[in-house]
């Protein structure tokens, strides 16, 4: 595994060597069965949780319909509390930002808050190019960053691994990034996550640089929140001088009482919690407390595109929150990698064509079949996104995009079904050959399809010609 | 060639031509509970207390003493406005850098507001407070609630609180669950968090 999502394979394939591995299998059964079930708990105890969903999803769905007046409001009111607010059309744009922010502070290192943005524009490798080391500092970021390994899951990213590839993680690797692993490291995730707090702190003390994202931003207000778990995301945004928070147009919500379905939505939905131990707000620059250079990079990068679908656009409200990867059944067994993208599961399956657009890659046109349509991730959504209907009217964009080329074997199936089954006696005269076309499959048939299952007997006469022979059963059928 | 802004706008506003916004608002459900509900109280020291912080109940007398024997040994910082008296502690004027802050065992806030429904405590980072890095950084956080602090849920919070101060919303103390799924108090913030229910402030005087 290298650390780019850069050149994967396309689903299936990925998901076939993903299949194979027994290991990964038993640690996301175990993973999303668990967040499963406390998830179900804590949404239990909310008696209108479905009048909640269809706040939240309104929140959202208000805010990107009136995008244009709420990005200008927020910009407004960010830039009033003291923000610099830039504008990114795509991740290089983005990145440069970043870069050119840290320069000016003649900084050679910058300290992340754990954020999906940040890893979709590839900011740490951008960063890295222009000699400014970006650390990731939340537990699980840090042990994918230290392993050159990939993220696997929204929430806990590093879930595919266990607590003894973990510990050979940081014996390896912590070294050469700072402060070194204790050599009395055991496997104990609190005594791994001891390791972590002492090799994190002196990078929190020194930074001067914070690099974060937002999970919502209040166009009224010019507030940015983050939600987190660790205290992480509170030292990176609190202890540098300088704060850029790198955050995708979608993130925006109209009025501060709009944080109030979605700070009650999110925790419950993702953690299973009823509310995540740390939650920052932050209004631009607060005199005498925190960063007192404060930036705001609003990005696009492809959510314009998405904004134009009309189906499709229901996937900005996402809060990442993660629901929909514990309860499919495709992710369940296949983890995150097989997705080839940050944004992995169901809503990575629509967000990446939506953002990517279709087409171009057969990787991305891979991924809006990448499910069994079963609807569990619509049920759990907790912005009420109808991901099977985007899903199928992806497959339609895809099938679309590659119109007029050489036929897919399915194609050629499909279009010769229609011409035999368009007359009945094209259909008795095929019948008739069914024996000695399956003994001819079984010779020379894809080996994909029946390496794993059995083609079954021809049967020895045809409907029909029973039907014949008997008059419908009327006569003797011996 | 355009500048980012513009051309971002002119592609939202092209990607929605012809969508109206549905003027219907559906707004967030929410029960409606008495202020200064006994109940909301006991609700708020269970939950939190369910994170594995520590919460104590205790009268305005009893109050400092409660608090000297949570404080660890070493160091202890306190917010410029904290309306307790703790002996020997540092009052914080600002100045001290994020390294001599890592050299305090203790910080004692008072706080905003307390959420029942989910067990979480509200800094808004006024005098009483204090600045961000104060709660943070040492290892053990004692808050002081008012039961008049204590509200029902989200909602109720939301409307209390001014989005012009920074706010911090504590639900236990820092913890993660990223190895294995295994809960594990730390990475970061303070890994003890205590906190002391007392009645509210006029009631002492």
């Known amino acids: 595994m290298t650390g780019t999502f850069v050149g994967m394979p396309v689903f299936p394939e990925a998901a076939r060597e993903a299949l194979a591995d027994s290991q990964l299998r038993h640690n996301l059964a175990h993973a999303t069965s668990t967040i499963r079930a406390k998830r179900a708990k804590v949404v239990a ?86 000699g400014i080391a970006a650390w990731e500092t939340d537990l699980a970021e840090l042990i994918v960053q230290l392993g050159d390994d990939l993220p696997s899951h929204i929430l806990v990213p590093a879930i595919h691994r266990n607590r003894a590839e973990i510990r050979d993680i940081f014996r ?152 929909c990867l514990n309860v499919c059944p495709v992710y369940e067994r296949t983890g995150g990698h097989a997705y080839g993208s940050v944004y992995p599961g169901p809503i990575g399956a629509i967000l990446n064509p939506l953002l990517k657009g279709v087409g171009h890659d057969d990787q991305i046109d891979s991924l809006p079949y990448a499910s069994s349509l079963c609807g569990a991730c619509f049920e759990v959504c907790p912005v009420r996104i109808d991901i099977p209907s985007v899903l199928v009217d992806q497959r339609a964009q895809v099938v679309d995009a590659h119109r007029g080329g050489v036929p897919k074997p399915e194609a050629m199936a499909m279009k010769g079904a229609a011409y035999v089954l368009k007359r009945s006696r094209r259909l008795s005269a095929l019948e008739r050959l069914t024996g000695l076309g399956m003994r001819f499959a079984r010779r020379f048939g894809p080996t994909a399809w029946t390496g794993a299952r059995d083609l079954p007997d021809a049967p020895g006469e045809s409907f029909r010609d029973w039907w014949q022979r008997t008059d419908g059963g009327r006569k003797d059928d011996a | ?54 919460v104590e109940r205790c009268s305005a007398e009893d109050l400092e003493d409660r608090i000297a024997a949570a404080l660890p040994t070493g160091q202890v910082i306190v917010p410029p406005g904290l309306s307790i008296r703790i002996p020997d502690a540092i009052v914080d004027d600002g100045t001290l850098t994020a390294a001599r802050l890592d050299l305090i065992a203790a910080v004692v806030t008072e706080a905003r507001v307390g959420i029942a429904e989910t067990g979480t405590i509200v800094l808004d980072h006024t005098p009483d407070q204090g600045r961000r890095a104060i709660s943070l950084v040492p290892d053990t956080h004692i808050c002081v609630v008012r039961e008049d602090q204590v509200v029902a849920d989200v909602p109720d919070a939301i409307a209390l609180l001014d989005p012009s101060r920074p706010q911090t919303w504590i639900s236990g103390p820092s913890a993660t669950s990223d ?21 509210p402030r006029d009631v002492i005087s």
């Not at chain 2, 459900?29 to 109940?39: S, T």
Request: charged residues 25%; glycine residues 6%.
């Open chain 1, 45 to 130: 105890e909310v008696p209108d949780w479905e009048e909640l969903r269809l706040a939240g999803a309104a929140v959202k769905e208000r805010a990107l319909l009136d995008l244009e007046t709420q990005l200008v409001r927020l910009e407004e009111t960010l830039t009033a509390n003291g923000a610099t607010v830039h504008w990114a059309r795509d991740a290089a744009e983005a990145n440069a930002i970043v870069a050119g922010i840290a320069k000016a502070h003649a900084a050679t290192e910058v300290v992340k808050v754990k954020s999906m943005v940040t890893q979709e524009i590839g900011l740490n490798e951008a960063l890295a190019e222009e």
């Open chain 1, 172 to 323: 390896s690797k912590m070294g050469a990034a700072g402060r070194p692993a204790p050599d009395d490291l055991t496997d104990e995730p609190a005594v791994l996550a001891a390791a972590a707090r002492e090799h994190l702190r002196e990078k929190f003390l020194r930074a001067k640089v914070g690099v974060s994202g937002a999970n919502f931003a209040v166009a009224e207000t010019g507030t940015l929140v983050v939600v987190e778990s660790e205290g992480n995301g509170r030292m990176c945004l609190t202890l540098p001088d300088v704060l850029v928070s790198v955050v995708g147009i979608e993130k925006v919500v109209a009025r501060w009482e709009d944080l109030d379905p979605m700070l009650r939505l999110l925790p419950r939905s993702s953690t299973g919690e009823r509310m995540n131990p740390y939650t920052s707000m932050w209004s631009g620059i607060a005199p005498g407390d925190g960063p007192q250079e404060v930036h705001v990079v609003l990005l696009d990068n492809g959510r314009t595109r998405a904004l134009a679908d009309e189906v499709g656009r229901q996937a900005l409200r996402c809060i990442r929150c993660s629901a």
């Open chain 2, 1 to 54: 060639m355009t500048d980012a802004r513009s051309e971002i706008l002119a592609r939202v506003r092209e990607a929605l031509a012809g969508s109206t916004v549905d003027p219907v608002e559906t707004s967030a459900p929410r029960e409606v509970h008495p202020v200064a509900n006994p109940e909301l109280v006991d609700l708020f020291a269970e939950r939190v207390a369910d994170y594995r912080a520590v």
């Open chain 2, 179 to 199: 190895i294995e799924l295994d809960r594990v108090e730390g990475v970061h913030g303070p890994r003890t968090l205590h906190v002391l229910i007392t009645p």
